[in-house]
Structure formats: C-alpha cells, structure tokens
C-alpha cells in the first residue's frame, strides 16, 4: 500500500511538472502545432488535449487551431492579461482615470470604464465603496494665470513622487496625511490634513483640505507640499459646499 501511495505521488507531481512546463512554452512560444509540443513533452497527443484542457479550467486561455497554418497557442488578449500591477501602480492608474473622466473628452473614454471594473477588482470591499465616489472628487477649473505659472515651474523642479504618493493614496481612501507645506513666502509649516477633494487649474494642481490642527478648511497646492506621510487615520468625506467659503475669500486661480 505504501508503494502504490509512494507512485501515486510520483505520478502526481510528475504531471504538475509537465504542466507547468507546457504553460511555460505556451507563454515564451507562438503557435505550436500539437505533434511538437506533445513530442517536447514526451506525451501522446491525446494526454496533451487533455493537459490543456485542465490549463483551460485554471483560466488560462488557450487556443488550439486543428487547421492547416494552425496549432495551439496563448489568446491574443493574454499579453494583458498576465500584467502585474504594483499597489501604488493601480491607484495611480485610478487616479489617472478619474481625471480623465472628470474632464469629460470623449477621445479616450470608450474602455475606461471596464478598465475601471477590473483595476477595482483589486481592492476590498471597504476600499472600494470610497474610490467609487472618486470622479466627483476631482474637478477641473481654468488654466492657471501667468503669476502661478512663475512660482510654479520652479516648484515642480524640486517635486518627488515619494510626496505625492502618500498625498494621492491619503486622498483615495480617505485617510489623513502630514505634510510639510512651503507658502507663497516660503515658510514652512507642519500639517496634519484630510484632504477631500483635487482641483485643477492645469498646470497646477490643489487640494482642498480639513486642516485637523488648525481646525478649519485650506487650500493646498500640491508643488508646495515638500513631504508627505501617511497616516492610518481615516476621515469622513465633507460635501464640497463646505469649501465654498475658502473658495470665496480665496481665488484658486491665483494661490
């Protein structure tokens, strides 16, 4: 008994090798007739319809042409599909999507929201109840004056994606982040800021923020913000009408 469990394991991990050799020429080949492949696998044609036939099952999509000119190879929509997205990549892509549908051009938009569905795949449930509110966060204004543009390009020379990561993953999942902020005469300053919504005045771009310290709404342009940590602390979005007031005293255009 105990030999026949000692073959039975064998045989096992036998096939499993064979598999995982078989996806690994499907992934580095193109079309391959099923003479060679059962050849280089050592296996009647038979025992290898049957192999791809369970790859089929694990989700790996596998064509297999009979015809002449044709063989057995990979879907053509596989080279996507086997993609693999660091966390920050996704919500940086999110991000990106969300901006591109709150300026409402139709010249990209015909797959975004499918690939919206699928890069929301990755996320957990609670996760993914905050970013679908995501377009209605981000709004897009004029164009920046000439006086912000002055400040601006200089700013955006000393910008690091190390801050504004912490900056964007706080803003999509609402969570508080602390920045240090250099002001328009270049006085820095400590923040701890929920920030609930992005604007655009393009090229620049401004958070509008509850400042937890200070205990009020501001106005943060991103290329001042010099370091950014996140914190675990979550915060509860605040309707826009909120911001009117800073808004109001305050033209985005020309912080």
């Given at each position: 008994?105990?030999?026949i469990?000692?073959?039975?394991?064998?045989?096992?991990?036998k096939?499993?090798?064979?598999?995982?050799?078989?996806?690994?020429?499907?992934?580095?080949e193109?079309?391959?007739t099923?003479?060679?492949?059962?050849?280089?696998?050592?296996?009647?044609?038979?025992?290898?319809?049957?192999?791809?036939?369970?790859?089929?099952?694990r989700?790996?999509?596998?064509?297999?042409?009979?015809?002449?000119?044709?063989?057995?190879?990979?879907?053509?929509?596989w080279?996507?599909g086997r993609?693999?997205?660091?966390?920050?990549?996704?919500?940086?892509?999110?991000l990106?999507?969300?901006?591109?549908?709150?300026?409402?051009?139709?010249?990209?938009?015909?797959?975004?929201?499918?690939?919206?569905?699928?890069?929301?795949?990755?996320?957990?449930?609670?996760?993914?109840?905050?970013?679908?509110t995501?377009?209605?966060?981000?709004?897009?204004?004029?164009?920046?004056?000439?006086?912000?543009?002055?400040?601006?390009?200089?700013?955006?020379?000393?910008?690091?994606?190390?801050?504004?990561s912490p900056?964007?993953?706080a803003?999509?999942?609402?969570?508080?982040?602390?920045?240090?902020?250099?002001?328009?005469?270049?006085?820095?300053?400590?923040?701890?800021?929920?920030?609930?919504?992005?604007?655009?005045?393009?090229?620049a771009?401004?958070?509008l923020?509850?400042?937890?310290?200070?205990?009020?709404?501001?106005?943060?342009?991103?290329?001042?913000i010099?370091?950014?940590i996140?914190?675990e602390?979550?915060?509860?979005?605040?309707?826009?009408?909120?911001?009117?007031?800073v808004?109001?005293?305050?033209n985005?255009?020309?912080?």
């Amino acid at each position: 008994m105990c030999h026949i469990k000692k073959m039975n394991r064998a045989n096992t991990n036998k096939h499993l090798d064979r598999l995982e050799q078989l996806t690994a020429i499907l992934k580095s080949e193109g079309a391959i007739t099923a003479l060679s492949l059962a050849t280089e696998l050592g296996v009647s044609t038979r025992t290898l319809f049957r192999d791809i036939a369970l790859l089929r099952e694990r989700g790996l999509p596998i064509d297999a042409d009979k015809g002449r000119g044709g063989g057995i190879q990979l879907h053509r929509s596989w080279g996507v599909g086997r993609l693999t997205l660091e966390n920050q990549e996704v919500i940086d892509l999110l991000l990106s999507l969300a901006i591109a549908e709150s300026m409402n051009s139709h010249l990209f938009m015909t797959s975004l929201s499918s690939i919206k569905h699928k890069l929301m795949a990755s996320f957990s449930a609670q996760q993914k109840d905050k970013l679908r509110t995501l377009r209605q966060r981000i709004h897009i204004g004029e164009s920046a004056s000439p006086h912000v543009l002055a400040s601006y390009n200089n700013n955006l020379k000393e910008a690091k994606i190390e801050t504004q990561s912490p900056l964007y993953s706080a803003f999509l999942f609402s969570k508080v982040v602390s920045i240090d902020y250099k002001d328009f005469h270049n006085v820095s300053t400590t923040r701890n800021i929920e920030p609930h919504y992005l604007y655009l005045s393009y090229p620049a771009w401004y958070v509008l923020a509850w400042d937890t310290l200070r205990k009020d709404f501001r106005i943060f342009r991103c290329d001042r913000i010099e370091n950014a940590i996140l914190t675990e602390q979550n915060f509860d979005l605040r309707p826009l009408s909120d911001f009117n007031v800073v808004l109001t005293e305050r033209n985005v255009r020309t912080l």
